[in-house]
Structures are given as structure tokens and as C-alpha cells.
């Protein structure tokens, strides 16, 4: 089955303390993104990935980090949380050869709450 | 910078009724459009999506029109039901970036 897992689904901790939220997809996609959904704003784009070690900033990147070793995992690296970070994250995944053709495939979300 | 504006929400219909949700969009160049559906507790969906102006998208009895002489890509449906209980997100792509709108919630009563 095609699909976007995240991991963990929901995560409770405290300021300061580094974190990572993996995202792993199983179609091959080329491209990449994090995303992160607060009431009234919507979902905005953290980062993105065209491909494997080429990544960029969308627009909410401060206080996020991520790589892409391989094809298949995106994390998403908080390297030191603040309560400003507590939101929902999705992660998402579709062909980078024409981005507006294809749909985004999202995975289920992570409940990050920041104390 | 590129943005796209949907119509706040709350929006409570009752089953059978006329949807509308209005999204207009601010993009350089020449944006594909896109209407993703999320149900409680999920992640979005691809509801329906157009590449270019004039097309229109549709799926699952929902339809929008891309309008470029007036920047926009309302949703309508003919007869809401229940199951079309959601939040809905307009969206576009520019570049490498996509930019989602605010969301709307839409419930649906019997």
C-alpha cells in the first residue's frame, strides 16, 4: 500500500530538548516536504526536498533542521524546542517531475505539544 | 509573495444544500491549483486540482474552475451530504513551493 508514515503520532516534551520526527514514504518520491498546521494559518511549508541532498527552506524554517540521506526518509530535527513549536506537523511526499500534476500524499500528522 | 485566500469558516449547511467556498490566489507565472480535503483526525487528501486557466477539476460531485482573469478556484457542490463533513484547503503550486489557504470547516447536519 502506497503511503506516508510518520513517526512519532503524538509527542509531549519539554523546551530545549532535541527531537527528531521521522517521515518515511514507500513510492519513490523525488520530493519531499514538512508542513505545520495552526489554527487560523492554515498548513505553511517548513522545508522541502527536490531529491536526495538537495534541500530548501520554505516558509517557516526558523527553528527546524532536516536532511535527506536517502530517498525514502525525511526527518524533521528540532534541535531545540520552544512552546512556539507546538502544532501539528504532516509530512508529505510526490513525484518532483511536474509538481503541479501530481497530488501531495500526506502522512497522518504529529501532535507535538512544547511545555 | 505568492498566497492563496479562502473564505473563513465555520461553514454549517444542512444535507442536501449548495456549497460554495471561495479561494482566490496571488502567484507569479502560472500556478497549478488544488482543493485537498481533511477529515478528523487525518491527513489531507486530493479532493480535485487544475493545471491551467479555463480547466476545470472534479471529483466525487465537487467541481472548481480555474479563472485567471479573476485569480480564482471556487468549490462548489451541487448537494452537500453528510459524509462531506471536512476542512477543506485551497492550495497552489509555484516553483518548488506549495502554499495552502486557511482552511475551512464545513459541517453538514442531517
Known amino acids: 500500500e502506497a503511503q506516508v508514515t510518520q513517526n512519532p503520532r503524538y509527542l509531549i516534551t519539554v523546551t530545549g530538548k532535541k527531537l527528531t520526527v521521522t517521515c518515511s514514504q514507500n513510492?519513490?518520491?523525488?520530493?519531499m516536504s514538512w508542513y505545520r498546521q495552526d489554527p487560523g494559518l492554515g498548513l505553511r511549508q517548513i522545508y522541502y526536498?527536490?531529491?536526495?541532498?538537495?534541500?530548501d527552506k520554505g516558509d517557516v524554517p526558523e527553528g527546524y533542521k532536516v536532511s535527506r540521506k536517502e530517498k525514502r526518509n525525511f526527518p524533521l530535527i528540532l534541535e531545540s524546542p520552544s512552546p512556539n513549536q507546538t502544532s501539528l506537523y504532516f509530512c508529505?511526499?510526490?513525484?518532483?517531475?511536474?509538481?503541479?500534476?501530481?497530488?501531495?500524499?500526506f502522512g497522518p500528522g504529529t501532535r507535538l505539544t512544547v511545555t | 509573495g505568492d498566497s492563496v485566500t479562502q473564505m473563513e469558516g465555520p461553514v454549517t449547511l444542512s444535507e442536501e444544500a449548495f456549497l460554495t467556498i471561495n479561494c482566490t490566489y496571488t502567484a507569479t507565472g502560472y500556478p497549478s491549483l488544488f482543493w485537498y480535503v481533511q477529515y478528523p483526525g487525518e491527513g489531507l487528501q486530493l479532493l480535485l486540482k487544475?493545471?491551467?486557466?479555463?480547466d476545470k477539476g472534479s471529483n466525487k460531485g465537487f467541481e472548481a474552475t480555474y479563472r485567471k482573469e479573476t485569480t480564482s478556484f471556487h468549490l462548489e457542490k451541487g448537494s452537500v451530504q453528510v459524509s462531506d463533513s471536512a476542512v477543506y484547503f485551497c492550495a497552489l503550486t509555484s516553483g518548488n513551493q506549495f502554499y495552502f489557504g486557511t482552511g475551512t470547516s464545513l459541517t453538514v447536519i442531517p
Open positions: 487544475a493545471t491551467k486557466a479555463d
Open positions: 513510492m519513490n518520491h523525488e520530493y
Open positions: 508529505a511526499s510526490t513525484p518532483s517531475a511536474g509538481l503541479g500534476v501530481y497530488e501531495q500524499y
Open positions: 526536498s527536490m531529491n536526495v541532498e538537495v534541500t
